[in-house]
């Protein structure tokens, strides 16, 4: 199991957000790399990370 966590993923869903967008392609390679690699979470995007060093800190 991966736990996958994006901001803004560029799709038609987030098509007015102004903020920066991750693609859905990029998400998918990271996730596939983590279950390739073992890892059980992906944070997939700046903002993603950001939050995550946040809530850690």
Excluded at 38 to 45: C, I, K
Aim: charged share 25%.
């Amino acid at each position: 199991m991966v736990a996958t966590h994006a901001a803004f993923i560029d799709t038609e869903m987030a098509a007015r957000v102004t903020q920066p967008k991750i693609s859905p392609a990029d998400v998918v390679r990271q996730t596939l790399d983590a279950v390739e690699t073992g890892r059980e979470e992906v944070l997939a995007d700046e903002i993603t990370r950001q939050v995550k060093a946040g809530l850690s800190a």
